[in-house]
């Protein structure tokens, strides 16, 4: 019987199982294939001259020296790349970037020029041998200094800049918010600064870039998020047809946005590779990746909340200062000049916000991708979450309790905020309750006021965060024009094993199994007979790659709508074989089985031997799909972090005693790769509350260009996570899960600062900016304790 | 050039070195045994973590000439000559100790030369040992969990 056949097979591990990932198979064994594991014969080695000044004209370069060093083969400038008119690039937001500096240099670490040779030492050597002559320049290292009217223009090459100022973005009803901001018992204000931080994968970006003259074949092998748009930009940037460009990322040694954009160095080896006749490879070092590349936030906040008395939220205003650098170069959808941070609103219902932006060019490195974030997200819920914990205090209200009285309700959704988003579900009470008694809130509120008694510094902090993920339906998002929709491709091969190939490129997340449990929810097929092919533009389908937590909301939307085509054709193959009309036939992976005589079956796998060997008249041979997914929403993943700490009075130090994380990004498709991404989450969340920041001194010197300055979350410090989930499937999409990658770098900042903040409340301490270094605890506990 | 002769994973590797090559290239670049990462210049993150005469060390901070006449063991030789995977490795499976892979030859090589000295260890004390081997990926709870569950089974098995 089919039913019988059906209990024979093993259960089939799709959606909801914990799946061993395949990729660890080599990863555990130094099998992985990084960027710089790849060599290729003939190959040649580049390394890159950066400016030590952060503002200076360039009066010339002698590149003698460097280019009588045995083994060098060719040395790169500005005017060599002018001559082929690559001395400037596109950004992914549509502004330009020098790619090797012609004019003048406007930010510390910018590309001035490559050596290339036959050894990267001696690349390396000789770049120290290349003379360049500076004029420095008068130097901008904040947006409070590039909007003064005497501040020198950094981008003075432009036609009509005439100053620092890149835009000015307004989102929500000014006059509305006005009007609810007359009806306030009460205004809680925050001025904050969201510091600079850096994504800082463990493996640096790099290239080896490979023309063939003969053919004019590019191939590129490349630490690209986004292989296919990269390619495009390529195309365009480089004036290559495209189909004669393939873009390869391999494995990448983790992504969190540095790996987005188009970097000079990608841009010289493959002109050097095009006028050399040889492959080229460029690595960067540590200190390369830390001040050239893709920084995050650098982003000066105003917000104000307008309550009652009673708690009920009003409004609420905010006022952005970005601090973009010298380029900008954030990769933005085009029509959202910052990103989504217009969901401030976050998780509470209120009537009106008005958001106003304004960005500005400084002398500091351009990027502003998003670290672990969906284009701003992450400030956004920052900025709320602390502010309402503030307003809480200001009331008199416990924390908690402000939040319930203010969520928007289970039964509101989908529920359209002030500036136009539509939440498309959620259960905000639902994930609070389950975190406040996880972390037993009631209890350690006692207890805390026992340690407050005996003069103990102790905290709770709480963030109850919406993120909008999924970048998006085509009416609204695009990057440079491109459409934010994303495609797979499945291939069932004779055998009944399959090929999924997929438009996102995995950075860590698991897509290799992920992917195929999805596949294998929808046919039948089990994951480890589903190989998931990505990041080669020649071998996969079309899309914009992975970030902004977008793979399982669009790339997971597409599998499973590509399973459901490759099961429409199944079915009419299934119909053959059972020879009965397609309307009997009924699916039950992985069988289909004759409606009414159950008995009467054949496996996915029959179909597909089938499909090449015995096929009805009249129909193609073969069992495969395509599929590309236009999101028709956002989806909106939430969740409670709730944080305890313990800060000690002398040192400023604090620890975290307890971190509990209830996410809720609807169905979870693998949850032990779900929780993985949590963790990090919450690691790096930690990192930006208490330690990462590249800071600039007033001259544009970068500090924190190295992991001693640039501290990052080892295992001593990094808490202990208790995982909790709620489970609100996302309405629209086809298997109802949403994004969560970033979910916890986005939720959990403000939860760790708030149980600080909590702690020093009764001191008088209204904010500190982060990262809450113990020397800056510190001075806000004295600052406190001084008589005013 | 300076001649060396080292015993990597077992094999006596005779090679003509710069005196200023790090061992990390000597292995990756020379030898071509490229499961040892780079991940910084600042011998802070540990992802070239390998083993030299048995204790782990940052390859990056040693030069190739300083490990003549020594052994050197790296990550591709972990699992047993058969395949078998180390208790360590089959953990990390396991437990989803590892996400984008790059710290990860570096943790295991850290974890089991830290796991000779101390076989069965707590878990603060797992952490402390690994204070030297940055992840960015996966918050370090599932590597801890992989390391004192990997203990168990080694101290197990021996016992
Ligand atoms: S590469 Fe050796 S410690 Fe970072
Ligand atoms: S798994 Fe990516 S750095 Fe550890």
Known sequence: MATEAHEDQAEIRGIG???????????????????????????????????????AKLNGIDASRAQAVPGVVAVVTGELMAQHNLAWMPTMSGDTQAVLVTDKVRFQGQEVAAVIAEDPYVAKDAVELIDVDYDALDVVVSPQQAL??????????????????????????????????????????????????????????????????????????????????????????????????????PDLGGGFGNKVPVYPGYVVATAASLLLGRPVKWIEDRSENLISTGFARDFHMHGELALKNDGTMLGLRTSLLADEGAFHADAQPSKFKVGLFHVVTGSYDMSAAHVVADGYYTNKAPGGVAYRCSFRVTEASYLIERLVQNAAYELGMDPADLRKKNFIRKDQFPYETPTGFVYDSGDYHGAMDLALEKIGYAELREEQERKRAEGKLWGIGLASFTEAVGAGPHKDYDILGLKMNDGAELRIHPTGKGILKISSKTQ?????????????????????????????????????????????????????????????????IAAHLLEV?????????????????????????????????????????????????????????????????EVDRETGVWQVTRMVAVDDCGVRINPMIVEGQIHGGLTEGYGIAAMEQITFDETGNCIGSNFIDYLLPTAVETPRFELGETVTPSPHHPIGAKGVGESATVGSPAAYVNAVIDALWPLGVRNIDMPLTSAKVWEAIEAAKAPA | MTQIAVTVNGTRREADVEPRTLLVYFLREQLGLTGTNVGCDTSSCGACTVH??????????????????????????????????????????????????????????????????NPTPTEAEVRESLEGNLCRC?????????ILDAAGQMSGAKS
């Open chain 1, 17 to 55: 199982h914990s799946v061993k990932r395949k990729e660890d198979a080599r990863f555990i064994r130094g099998k992985g294939n990084y960027i710089d594991d790849i060599h290729l014969p003939g190959m040649l080695y580049m390394a890159i001259l950066r400016s030590p000044f952060a503002h």
């Open chain 1, 148 to 249: 003064a009217s005497d501040a020198p223009v950094i981008r003075d090459e432009k036609d009509g800049q005439t100053d620092n100022h890149i835009y000015h973005w307004e989102s929500g009803d000014a006059d509305a918010t006005d009007r609810a901001f007359a009806d306030a018992d009460r205004v809680v204000s925050l001025d904050t600064f969201y510091p600079r931080s850096h994504p800082a994968p463990l493996e640096t970006c790099g290239c080896i870039a490979d023309v063939d003259g003969a053919t004019g074949q590019a191939t590129i092998y490349m630490t690209s998020q986004a292989p296919h748009a990269i390619r495009t930009v390529f195309a365009l940037v480089a004036g290559l047809p495209e189909e004669n460009i393939r873009i390869v990322s």
């Open chain 2, 52 to 117: 030299l005469d048995g204790e782990s060390v940052k390859s990056c901070t040693l030069l190739a000439v300083q490990a003549d006449g020594r052994e050197v063991m790296t990550i591709e030789a972990l699992a047993e000559a058969d395949g078998t995977l180390h208790p360590l490795q089959d953990a990390f499976h396991r437990h989803h100790g590892l996400q984008c892979g790059y710290c990860t030859p570096g943790m295991l090589m850290a974890a089991a030369s830290y796991l000779k000295e």
């Open chain 1, 508 to 572: 860590g997340q698991g897509h290799e199994t992920t992917f195929a449990q999805i596949v294998a929810e929808e046919i039948g097929i089990q994951p480890e007979d589903i190989k998931v092919q990505h990041g080669d533009t020649d071998n996969t389908p079309y899309g914009l790659g992975t970030y902004a937590s977008r793979s399982t909301p669009t790339v997971g939307a597409a599998t499973a709508m590509v399973s459901r085509r490759v099961i429409e054709k199944a079915r009419k």
């Open chain 2, 138 to 146: 996966t918050g370090y709870q599932n590597i801890v969990e992989s």
């Open chain 1, 581 to 645: 009309a397609e309307e009997d036939v009924e699916f039950t992976r992985p069988t289909f089985s004759v409606r009414g005589a159950p008995d009467k079956a054949v496996t996915i796998q029959d179909v597909a031997f089938a499909a090449y060997t015995n096929f009805p008249d009249g129909m193609e041979s073969g069992l495969e799909a395509a599929y590309y997914y236009d999101p028709p929403n956002l989806t909106f993943p939430f969740g409670t972090y709730a944080v305890a700490v």
